[in-house]
């Protein structure tokens, strides 16, 4: 439920942070003023009492968000990413979130995977082991399988997780809401619907059927990609609440002792991430939404083994085409053609200046060049980042909240493997090439045949729909004015381009 009641569940939300130590630790990692540190502190303080103990064996900030619920670990888990806002230590100590948090017992996996399938798990597996690590939603077992010696990743959701996720967008919902009622400034913001974006994914991610179907989808995509290895999922051993995966064996990610004991370079392996990324979202349109340490393994052969498939994003082609034109103006520096895609895409309200908004992208892009990761304050760069979007009028693009999250956290992947890595130079050959397939010559015929495709699929309504116009022709003047359809310049036109389409659709294939 999304009423007033959840007003309590965020002051036991500041509760808990200040019991668990967590509050100070945090505003010591962002280095907060006294202006804002002293007012929060004795706001929550006389409620700590309130607050939720935790794990005592848990670091201040893990154990506070691990006692709060699954949508505040995934929170933390995007934070891990982003040692440039949470500093490097904290950052350093969320990444326990990703992989590391406490398991429950493997009995009741066992319990959870016969009741999937309805099978004794002896029949399915001749070995099956504890937890090799635990998230949020589900944990992983190691196992083989009795049929033919397989070794298997076992992924199981926790139990009653569906319940614990519901309570918390609830809240989120309560929280949006409230904030647009008191901020009518902040509807532009669409909290609500960004609230809407994160609970359909969360949703999905808790039926580990569609996670096997993204699974295969995105091995299908990236089949010819060099330097990335997907894992196949075994279809019949899979269902709701349980998924088997191929075994991925390598060097997480996250661990760079490890990385530089076993001889990969890092620097060669961050701009990977990063331009394998990019190529996905922008070629295909459909990309890991989840790439944060945690989800990656390098292999022997320094290929990344991406897993954990419950967060995939897609967007559509003309997004794909305004996202890489803004990227591609921002990499050129021309910030003039960044602000005039902003106006065609109607990102920006069309009675704003055009010019006076490019000045503002200026503002923002002519700083990080010429910078190294290391001399770069994200955190910076995305208040003035807001102070633009607030002084124009841009609206949240509920359909870019994933590609932005995502990108936020693979830049934060790349950096804590090559803290002085250029995100613009890496990304450039990807956009540029993007751009020469996408918006040329001959993205310009492949659009048309594609169209002409489309259109001489409609060729056979194409008697009807002219009859359509002419019966309405026969009707009373006040009845024509008032119909909604095609008026019979419109359905001539349309009937000569389903026409013409098809004298194309003829020529061309």
């Given at each position: 439920m999304r009423g007033p009641h959840n007003i309590w569940r965020f002051v036991r939300t500041g509760a808990t942070f200040e019991r668990t130590g967590a509050m100070a630790v945090i505003l010591d990692a962002i280095d907060a003023p006294p202006i804002i540190r002293i007012p929060l502190r004795s706001l929550?303080?006389?409620?700590?009492?309130?607050?939720?103990?935790?794990?005592?064996?848990?670091?201040?900030?893990?154990?506070?968000?691990?006692?709060?619920?699954?949508?505040?670990?995934?929170?933390?888990?995007?934070?891990?990413?982003?040692?440039?806002?949470?500093?490097?230590?904290?950052?350093?100590?969320?990444?326990?979130?990703?992989?590391?948090?406490?398991?429950?017992?493997?009995?009741?996996?066992?319990?959870?995977?016969e009741a999937e399938l309805d099978r004794p798990a002896s029949e399915l597996f001749s070995e099956f082991g504890d937890a090799v690590a635990a998230a949020s939603i589900a944990q992983v077992h190691r196992a083989r399988l009795a049929e033919n010696g397989k070794?298997?990743?076992?992924?199981?959701?926790?139990?009653?997780?569906?319940?614990a996720f519901r309570k918390d967008i609830d809240a989120f919902y309560f929280a949006a809401g409230l904030f647009e009622f008191l901020s009518p400034a902040s509807r532009r913001l669409k909290p609500t619907d960004v609230i809407t974006h994160f609970d359909?994914?969360?949703?999905?991610?808790?039926?580990?059927?569609?996670?096997?179907?993204?699974?295969?989808?995105?091995?299908?995509?990236?089949?010819?990609?060099?330097?990335?290895?997907?894992?196949?999922?075994?279809?019949?051993?899979?269902?709701?609440?349980?998924?088997?995966?191929?075994w991925a064996e390598?060097?997480?990610i996250g661990d760079n002792d490890a990385l530089d004991a076993a001889g990969h370079d890092r620097t060669k392996i961050a701009a990977r991430v990063l331009q394998l990324f990019l190529s996905h979202a922008l070629r295909d349109g459909y990309f890991h939404a989840d790439m944060?340490?945690?989800?990656?393994?390098?292999?022997?052969?320094?290929?990344?083994?991406?897993?954990?498939?419950?967060?995939?994003?897609?967007?559509?082609?003309?997004?794909?085409?305004?996202?890489a034109e803004i990227l591609y103006g921002f990499i050129q520096?021309?910030?003039?053609?960044?602000?005039?895609?902003?106006?065609?895409?109607?990102?920006?309200?069309?009675?704003?200046?055009?010019?006076?908004?490019?000045?503002?992208?200026?503002?923002?892009?002519?700083p990080i060049f010429g910078m190294d990761a290391t001399g770069i304050s994200m955190g910076r760069l995305l208040h003035h980042l807001f102070e633009v979007t607030e002084r124009f009028g841009m609206e949240t693009r509920t359909e870019l909240i994933l590609l932005q999250r995502t990108m936020?956290?693979?830049?934060?992947?790349?950096?804590?493997?090559?803290?002085?890595?250029?995100?613009?130079?890496?990304?450039?050959?990807?956009?540029?090439?993007?751009?020469?397939?996408?918006?040329?010559?001959?993205?310009?015929?492949?659009?048309?045949?594609?169209?002409?495709?489309?259109?001489?699929?409609?060729?056979?309504?194409?008697?009807?729909?002219?009859?359509?116009?002419?019966?309405?022709?026969?009707?009373?003047?006040?009845?024509?004015?008032?119909?909604?359809?095609?008026?019979?310049?419109?359905?001539?036109?349309?009937?000569?381009?389903?026409?013409?389409?098809?004298?194309w659709a003829g020529t061309l294939f």
């Open positions: 929550v303080w006389p409620f700590r009492w309130l607050g939720l103990k935790g794990d005592p064996a848990l670091s201040p900030v893990v154990r506070a968000l691990n006692a709060l619920g699954p949508a505040y670990i995934k929170f933390g888990q995007m934070i891990s990413t982003r040692p440039d806002i949470a500093g490097a230590d904290l950052a350093r100590e969320l990444r326990v979130l990703q992989d590391k948090l406490p398991p429950f017992p493997t009995e009741e996996a066992i319990k959870s995977i070794e298997v990743a076992v992924k199981v959701l926790r139990p009653n997780i569906e319940k359909k994914g969360v949703m999905g991610e808790l039926d580990l059927r569609l996670e096997c179907a993204a699974a295969s989808e995105f091995a299908a995509s990236t089949a010819k990609d060099p330097g990335i290895q997907i894992p196949d999922p075994e279809w019949d051993l899979s269902g709701k609440r349980l998924m088997v995966l191929g390598g060097v997480p944060h340490q945690g989800n990656m393994k390098i292999a022997a052969n320094g290929d990344i083994i991406a897993y954990d498939f419950g967060i995939m994003g897609r967007i559509d082609e003309y997004t794909r085409r305004v996202y520096r021309d910030y003039k053609r960044v602000a005039a895609v902003h106006f065609e895409a109607g990102y920006v309200p069309a009675d704003r200046d055009v010019d006076e908004f490019a000045s503002a992208i200026r503002a923002v892009g002519e936020v956290v693979v830049e934060g992947v790349a950096r804590s493997l090559d803290p002085h890595i250029n995100i613009w130079n890496v990304a450039r050959p990807v956009v540029e090439d993007y751009i020469k397939t996408n918006l040329g010559p001959r993205a310009f015929l492949k659009d048309f045949a594609q169209s002409a495709r489309v259109l001489s699929r409609l060729s056979p309504l194409l008697p009807e729909l002219a009859e359509q116009v002419l019966m309405k022709q026969t009707q009373p003047e006040e009845k024509r004015a008032k119909s909604r359809g095609l008026g019979s310049a419109g359905m001539f036109a349309l009937g000569a381009g389903v026409a013409l389409a098809g004298v």
